[in-house]
Structures are given as C-alpha cells and as structure tokens.
C-alpha cells in the first residue's frame, strides 16, 4: 500500500469515515482481485532468491498482474512509481525498488495489489532469501505470519476492531517483539484505503463494532528491536529508527457471518 506523510490507510492515524458494507457483487469483484493477488504472492515467493534485485521483482509482478487481466493497485497511486513495494532487512514498508541484489541472508517484504471491476486486493508476505541463519529473524518471520492469522481470526461479526489490534500485539510482545504504531491496515474495497483503521495493538472490546460484509486489510508490521520509525530521504521507504530488522505479512478479507474469509489465499 504506497505513499508516505499524512495521508491514509497505513500511513498515518486520520479521521475515520462510515465503514461501507460490500453487496454480493462488489464481494465477487474483490474476490476476483484476491485471486490475482494470491497468485501473485506465490509467483514472487519464488522469484525472491539470491542475484535478483528489486527492480526486477517490481517488473515481474507488474506484468504478472497485467497477464491476469488486472490493473496494478499501487503504481501512480500517490505518485507511486512502482507495482510493488519491496523492503529489506531494516526496511519496515514502502521501499521502493531500485538495483539492489538480494543475497543469501536478507529478508524482503513485497507489498502488492491488484484491481478487478474496479475492486482492490491487497497482501504482503516477508521472505528469506537464501539461506538465513539467524533464529531470531527465523523466529521473527514465524511470529508475525502467525500474529496476521491471529488477528484475521477476531474479524467476526460482533468483535471489535480494538479486538484485531489487541490480538497481534499480545502475540508479538510475548515473543519479545515490538509493534509498529505509526502506520496501520485499513478497510478496503472502491478504494484501495477505506474506513476503519486497523492498528497492529489496542484493547480489546474498543473500536469500531465488525460487522457482516465488512472488507479489511489485515497487516501487522513488528520489528525485532524497538517500534520507531524513520522515513528515507526519499520520502517513501520506511525503515526502523534503530536499523533492527522488519517483517510485514498482510491479507485482504472478508468478514462473513461464519467469520473471516482470506480473499488473497496464496495460490501455486
């Protein structure tokens, strides 16, 4: 999910608007979507090895989505140069790809979207590349894809949003991880960026009330050191203030009366 400063969704806490409620059509567009993007994640899964650099990675996944018969979520967006956002080792979200190579013992986070009937779908999975060694990045990885699930799991009607954060947040903590605070998964649908925002941390029984219909962008950022952020000069990549280590997975879902479906399922 691109951009950087005051704006939405992830960035930066903002005045909240009605939360829409998706008709049965407008859910079968963001299916179509979560389709393309959960293809998307296991075609970038395994281009994610050593010697390729993130520039190529941005062009691969650009002209996957277009093969499927989507539009790119992210380019021009924002002014948003590229289709997707790739973050490396201390790069929290939002890096822009450049030529920089990966090699044996990075982790990257690839944030990518795609639009179908003019209906969004948004994920992000981190990575290793290579071989890494280290079992506290290993460990990193594994408690933030398991802290995404968790929160998915409170996206039931009756919960709370407050309930999602709070569920992520325990997670990490308890695993000795800290919480981004500043930026934050959203409602998604029309816009890549809808009402409410949903932060990584929180109380539970607090926020918005979840309701049937409702679509969410689930994407807890921790950080293995402490929480801050800084933002490069190049106003877009976002990495940790004390340069420890990142991971980022997101889903787009959908809140059924039988609870949450992951729309971004990722597909072989």
Request: net charge neutral; aromatic share 6%; with cysteine.
């Given at each position: 999910?691109?951009?950087?400063?005051?704006?939405?969704?992830?960035?930066?806490?903002?005045?909240?608007?009605?939360?829409?409620?998706?008709?049965?059509?407008?859910?079968?567009?963001?299916?179509?979507?979560?389709?393309?993007?959960?293809?998307?994640?296991?075609?970038?899964?395994?281009?994610?090895?050593?010697?390729?650099?993130?520039?190529?990675?941005?062009?691969?996944g650009e002209q996957f989505i277009l093969d499927q018969g989507a539009i790119p979520a992210f380019k021009g967006l924002y002014g948003c140069p590229a289709t997707i956002?790739?973050?490396?080792?201390?790069?929290?979200?939002?890096?822009?790809?450049?030529?920089?190579?990966?090699?044996?013992?990075?982790?990257?986070?690839?944030?990518?979207?795609?639009?179908?009937?003019?209906?969004?779908?948004?994920?992000?999975?981190?990575?290793?590349?290579?071989?890494?060694?280290?079992?506290?990045?290993?460990?990193?990885?594994?408690?933030?894809?398991?802290?995404?699930?968790?929160?998915?799991?409170?996206?039931?009607?009756?919960?709370?949003?407050?309930?999602?954060?709070?569920?992520?947040?325990?997670?990490?903590?308890?695993?000795?991880?800290?919480?981004?605070?500043?930026?934050?998964?959203?409602?998604?649908?029309?816009?890549?960026?809808?009402?409410?925002?949903?932060?990584?941390?929180?109380?539970?029984?607090?926020?918005?009330?979840?309701?049937?219909?409702?679509?969410?962008?689930?994407?807890?950022?921790?950080?293995?050191?402490?929480?801050?952020?800084?933002?490069?000069?190049?106003?877009?990549?976002?990495?940790?203030?004390?340069?420890?280590?990142?991971?980022?997975?997101?889903?787009?879902?959908?809140?059924?009366?039988?609870?949450?479906?992951?729309?971004?399922?990722?597909?072989?």
């Amino acid at each position: 999910m691109p951009g950087s400063g005051p704006l939405v969704g992830r960035f930066r806490h903002r005045k909240e608007q009605m939360i829409t409620i998706k008709n049965e059509r407008e859910i079968e567009s963001m299916k179509a979507a979560g389709r393309v993007v959960g293809k998307l994640l296991a075609f970038l899964r395994k281009q994610a090895q050593p010697g390729i650099s993130t520039k190529e990675i941005d062009a691969l996944g650009e002209q996957f989505i277009l093969d499927q018969g989507a539009i790119p979520a992210f380019k021009g967006l924002y002014g948003c140069p590229a289709t997707i956002l790739t973050s490396v080792n201390d790069e929290i979200v939002h890096g822009l790809p450049n030529n920089r190579k990966l090699k044996s013992g990075d982790i990257i986070s690839m944030d990518m979207g795609a639009i179908v009937d003019g209906f969004y779908a948004d994920a992000a999975i981190t990575v290793a590349v290579g071989e890494v060694q280290d079992p506290i990045v290993l460990k990193l990885l594994e408690v933030t894809r398991e802290s995404l699930m968790l929160g998915i799991d409170q996206a039931r009607p009756g919960k709370r949003i407050g309930d999602i954060g709070h569920a992520v947040q325990t997670h990490c903590e308890q695993h000795g991880f800290s919480v981004v605070r500043e930026y934050v998964g959203h409602g998604i649908g029309r816009a890549l960026h809808e009402s409410p925002q949903i932060p990584n941390y929180g109380d539970p029984g607090t926020g918005p009330l979840i309701k049937a219909n409702m679509t969410f962008a689930i994407e807890p950022m921790i950080n293995i050191g402490r929480p801050e952020t800084k933002t490069m000069a190049n106003k877009w990549t976002v990495v940790t203030r004390d340069r420890s280590w990142s991971a980022h997975f997101e889903h787009t879902i959908w809140v059924t009366e039988e609870g949450p479906v992951i729309l971004t399922r990722e597909e072989a």
